[in-house]
């Protein structure tokens, strides 16, 4: 192999390098905003409110109004792949609260269906105790 051959390798290389990494920065500036993310995260949040997640998860639901903030905070500055991700914790976030709550409130259920069937159990044997 010559000295001439090995220049143009090297100098084709170096082009296609180049390209490459141009084509890289490019597609990375002009990621479009997550606005599915941002979106279903402002729903998530929602939906906890209207189960009265502030009441039950706050310190989620608080975190995922924080997290939803710092995403659009991202899309103003134009850190798209930050804001993606701070909008899926958001939205993760708020789905907890909502889990949480739903799990709160079915405790209270269970144990209210407890103490009613505690006090049926008693009126029962108290009547059977009379009728003998």
């Known amino acids: 192999m010559n000295l001439t051959s090995k220049t143009y390798r090297s100098s ?3 082009i296609v390098l180049s390209l490459t990494g141009a084509i890289m920065l490019g597609a ?7 606005t ?3 979106q279903a995260a402002r729903q998530a949040i929602s939906e906890a409110d209207r189960a009265e997640a502030g009441r039950y998860a706050s310190a989620e639901l608080g975190e ?12 103003a500055e134009k ?3 930050m804001a993606e991700r701070l909008a899926e914790e958001s ?3 708020a789905e907890l609260a909502s889990a949480k709550t739903a799990n709160v409130k079915a405790v209270a259920v269970n144990d209210e269906m407890k103490r009613s069937t505690s006090t ?3 009126e029962m044997q108290r009547n059977s105790g009379e009728n003998q």
Do not use: W
């Open 12 to 14: 084709r290389l170096r």
């Open 28 to 34: 990375c500036a002009s990621a479009p905003p997550p």
């Open 36 to 38: 599915a993310s941002l």
């Open 64 to 75: 995922a109004r924080t997290k939803l903030t710092s995403a659009n905070n991202a899309v």
């Open 79 to 81: 850190k798209m792949t």
């Open 91 to 93: 939205r993760a976030e």
């Open 120 to 122: 049926l159990i008693e």
